[in-house]
Structures are given as structure tokens and as C-alpha cells.
């Protein structure tokens, strides 16, 4: 399976990322997306799972859970914004949900990619939306397979 992971859109979903996105089987968003309509253009590429960030209104606190867990390929992945560890870390993000094995995060628009013994096991994206904090706009990819170690990478947008 092939996962197109993002965050901190605020509202702003660059036309590059259609270009990145356009095998992905799943789509990953961190929060801070800013406004629903973003959900629906990346629902039209592959289903979604977001969760809220900080700056989301109270429309998209509605429609999205903080945390969310789904299990892909065998793989229990967490996605959470991160805000309510301050600045998020893979360290704090994994005392938080032990059970992951994968940990997507946003809010700092910094992007990260941990690894463990050769195994992503935490990602933050970036901020996909505008620049902001003289940070490059970034996503991520990701692929699963049953009983294969996750492989991702950051793509620069």
C-alpha cells in the first residue's frame, strides 16, 4: 500500500502535491488543515484519514477525531497533530502511543523521519500549506506491505 502522508496545509493544497499523490492508495493528514474543502480535493485522489490540528476551526473539529489509529497492511499507525505535547517529538509521540508502529505527526513543519533498526516508525511531513519558519514545504511517502518494514521518504514540494 502506498500512503500519501501531509500536514499543516492551513488551507493552502499545493497542485504539486496531486502530482506526488497521484498512486497513492491512502491519504494521511496531520491536521491543521485548514478548511474542509482540502479534504474533499484529497478524497478525490484516494480515501482519507485526518485528524485535527491547533489552528482548525470548530467545523473541522466536528467532522475530525484528534487522534486517530488505523491499522494498514498490518501496521497500527497513529496520526495525531502533536500540539498537545507543546512541540512534538518521535521520543514524546512514542511514550504517548507505545502500541504504534508507525507515528505520524505535524505541527512544528519541521520535517522527520525516524527509524529503528531499518523500520520507519515516525514521520512528520512538514508543513505542506505556505512556507512558513524559512522550512521548505514537504510531504511524505510511505509504503506497507504485509510483513515488510514500513519504507518511506520526504518529497520537497
Known amino acids: ?11 493552502l493544497l499545493r497542485p504539486e502535491v496531486f502530482d506526488v499523490f497521484k498512486e ?7 491536521g491543521d488543515v485548514g478548511s474542509i474543502d482540502i479534504l474533499t480535493e484529497l478524497e478525490a485522489l484516494a480515501p482519507v484519514t485526518a485528524v485535527y490540528g491547533n489552528t482548525d476551526g470548530f467545523d473541522l473539529r466536528a467532522r475530525l477525531e484528534r ?3 488505523i491499522e494498514l ?10 500540539d498537545q505535547f507543546g ?9 504517548a502511543y507505545p502500541e504504534a508502529d508507525v507515528l505520524v505527526f505535524g505541527h512544528t513543519h519541521r520535517p522527520v523521519l ?7 516508525t515516525a ?16 510531504v511524505g511517502i510511505m ?13 520537497p514540494l
Open 114 to 120: 525516524e527509524m529503528v533498526d531499518m523500520v520507519v
Open 87 to 95: 512541540s512534538p517529538t518521535p521520543a514524546s509521540m512514542h511514550q
Open 73 to 82: 497492511d498490518g501496521f497500527i499507525i497513529v496520526v495525531t497533530h502533536g
Open 143 to 155: 509504503e506497507t506491505e504485509p510483513g515488510i518494514p514500513p519504507r518511506a521518504r520526504l518529497v
Open 67 to 69: 487522534v486517530a489509529q
Open 24 to 30: 497513492v492508495d491512502h491519504i494521511l493528514h496531520a
Open 123 to 138: 514521520m512528520n511531513p512538514g508543513g505542506a500549506g505556505a512556507e512558513r519558519f524559512g522550512l521548505p514545504a514537504t
Open 1 to 11: 500500500m502506498r500512503l500519501g502522508i501531509l500536514s499543516d496545509t492551513h488551507g
